[in-house]
């Protein structure tokens, strides 16, 4: 208590005295006849420490973007789905970010900020400007119909070529580039004779016959397309350091009139003598300027390097201050690479840095899945296996030492000191995350009964005869926002090699399938999921299904099936309408057209849905959750029956849905004794979820959708002998539950100094 009361005292001092201080600045501004407005300007602290950091690569799955970091506030350049995951394990602060710079408008660069808001909000976050094409303030308004930010104020700064943003930290230029016209006449030729279609209110997509008045519009549709936009960001100058001993000289009394000089303003004297700053204080350090650009197709190309704008930036009319320290490339490798950007990218200083951010990059940032993935590893190989290692490889070769790939954590220091680019390095080999966790006490001994108790079990089951599918991979297992361990919710249900369907599809989702397959297999199994089902529309149950499809769309025309409820459609349709074409690449299925006893389709429909995933049955049924909320139930041909809960408190119609079942998959969102918080948030409780598989007469119950405060282990009752807890990664077949028990007591002990914090809040 004490304490906190100096703190605040100390508090009060300094406000003090720097009310005092700006009011002898405005008695000295109006000796010297300078404005008000001038006096606004300077500002008594004007030293900041400040660096660039790259937090996604462009990796597939990944997102590609930058923070900019400082000690006032943070920057972003580009939110792609993922980057809340990412900020939080590299230490970069979401609610310290008031600008996001948004350099074109793809799924890419704006996937994240619906997760971003949102975290953003709950970390305290008052207000933010988004800087952006124009039209994305209609994004933020649709995205707002599935997240709730009553506490954030959003606003979007005018974009004008002849205005520059100015704070504290550093002046952007925006650099609006459009399409060549030559480009925009081929678009528009091509969208004209392109089916158009519209999704009715019971899923289906319905072939709009074609108007002169919808050609019209497609036109215009086209000439308005969103400009892409480039930023040059120039860092303010480190002002020279006040020279007191030539302040002494020149009769300059302590006060405010220091503070002036210091600003770069001469002050005038009471004896009418005029000193002049430049004679007190030593030259201010140069502007340190980045460039921030996206090429994201050729019809861009000539756009960019043609632009009058940058010339002045470039060797041939550079002067020492314009000297572009680092350019940042959001740009894809075969446009990188041309002759013509290239030639373009010389024009620049020979010292200038270049940042590639794009998918031929390898690094995915996360080190922490890794970690936790080999430490669970040990106690099975094959329902926790080793992930790919793809991120671990090295980069593409660069063609100088100025010519970088990006990776996760690699900064540019700018304040104080001017840096080249510094590389951390992320990912380190099992054995060493092993090394650590074998000296926890006793561990080694928990481990190896359990390894005996495995062998014995998986004998008494016969484990080494049976099927390779089907097979579960749970790729998201917490809740709300993802942390490092846990990301949201999806599970991948593989029915055979080539048939796989989706249970909800959080943020980060493809990131997760590339993590745990590598890229080439993870493509190869984003062309076995024949269906995406969606439980309700929460963003950390859907909003990784856009960039999914959009990577899919990219090596398969096969349609999928997406089982949703129908409050999705107007999210669909407006991305479709006003970013990328996605409306060819599922059909859809409102969940209510598969309700238990209930179902709406035309036989031979259900039927080539069922025969292309290869099972035998879908229902659903309603549960109390938010709006149009689902559980399902999936019997397969050998009437195994897998029964997911999505979100919802203790349930009569899930238990009416899920009798007899093998596999109950329920959400667990809080422990034992949160009874009416879970109430409250329409979520159950650790028993509440093994209460519901019991009424049901489930085989087993593998809990899941965690609260992130549990993400390491959360707590179940003791004695719950077919009752398992779900992790990222974590892959079965049916006749392995049994052995999901066995594993807690080591997994408490490896936890245990998390456990410890646990049990003592």
Known sequence: MFKNIVYCFKCIIRNIHKIKLYKKIETVYETNNLSMQTMKRVK????????????????????ENIFFISDQ?????????????????????????????????????????????????SNGLKKINIHCPEGFDNFIQTIQSFISLPNLKI?????????????????????????????????????????????????????????????????KK????????????????????LLISKCIDFGVPPGPHLNLLKQGFDITKEDGTIVRSKDVVEPSESKTIFIVLECPTEEYLDSIINHSTFLKYQTESTKKENEVFCIFH????????????????????????????????????????????????????????????????????????????????????????????????????????????????????VLEELKIIINEKSSELNLNNISDYPRIIMLGTGCSVPNKIRNTSSILLRINKDSSILLDCGEGTLGQIIRFYGVLEGLNILRTIKAIYISHIHADHH???????????????????????????????????RFESIVHQYILIDNNNVYLNYHKLPTTFELELYNKLDIK??????????????????????????????????????????????????EATMEDGLEKLAKSKLHSTTSQAINAGKFMNAKFILLTHFS????????????????????????????????LPLFYPCIKVMFNEYNKVMNNE
């Open 708 to 739: 992130q405060r549990y993400s390491k282990i959360p707590s179940i009752p003791d004695k719950e002998i077919n009752v398992g807890l779900a992790y990222d990664f974590m892959e079965f077949k049916l006749p392995q539950l049994p052995l």
């Open 330 to 445: 959001f740009t894809p490798e075969k446009i990188f690479t041309s002759q013509k950007y290239q030639d373009w990218i010389k024009k620049f200083s020979s010292k200038t840095e270049h940042i590639i951010l794009n998918d031929e990059n390898t690094c995915m940032g996360s080190e922490a899945v890794y970690k936790n993935q080999s430490l669970l590893n040990m106690l099975h190989p094959e329902i926790f296996p080793l992930l790919n290692k793809d991120c671990f490889e090295k980069d593409k070769e660069t063609m100088n030492n100025y010519f970088h790939r990006a990776r996760t954590a690699q900064i540019l220091n700018l304040r104080p000191n001017v840096s080249t680019l510094i590389n951390y390095k992320i990912y380190k080999e099992s054995q060493t995350y092993i090394d650590e966790v074998i000296k926890i006490p006793n561990f080694i001994n």
């Open 222 to 241: 086209v000439k308005s397309i969103p400009h892409l936009l480039c930023f040059i960001c120039e860092v303010h100058p480190k002002l020279g350091k």
């Open 44 to 63: 008594p602290y004007t030293h900041f420490n400040a660096k660039l950091k790259v937090l996604g690569s462009g990796a597939l799955g990944t997102p």
């Open 155 to 219: 606003s979007f700064p005018v974009i004008n070529e002849s205005k520059v943003y100015s704070d504290d930290v550093m002046n952007i230029s925006y650099i609006p580039i459009t399409k060549s016209f030559k480009s925009i006449e081929e678009s528009s030729l091509y969208l004209t004779d392109k089916e158009q279609c519209h999704t009715n209110i019971n899923g289906k997509r319905v072939i709009n016959k074609k108007t002169q008045e919808e050609e019209i519009k497609t036109e």
């Open 543 to 577: 909003l990784g299904l856009i960039g999914l499809l959009l990577q899919r769309k990219k090596i398969t025309n096969q349609k999928l099936y997406l089982l949703s409820p129908k409050n999705i459609i107007p999210w669909l349709n407006f991305y479709n309408d």
């Open 617 to 666: 049955e879908i229902n659903t049924i309603h549960v109390p959750h938010c709006k149009q909320s689902f559980g399902i139930a999936i019997t397969l041909k050998n009437n195994k029956k897998i029964v997911y809960s999505g979100d919802t408190i203790f349930c009569q119609n899930l238990i009416t849905l899920g009798q007899n079942c093998d596999l109950l998959i329920h």
């Open 73 to 121: 506030i943070n920057y972003i350049f580009n939110c792609g789905e993922g980057t809340q995951r990412l900020s939080q394990e590299h230490h970069c602060k979401l609610s310290k970010v008031c600008n996001i710079f948004v350099t074109h408008s793809s799924w890419k660069n704006v996937g994240g900020i619906p997760g971003f808001l949102l975290t953003a909000q």
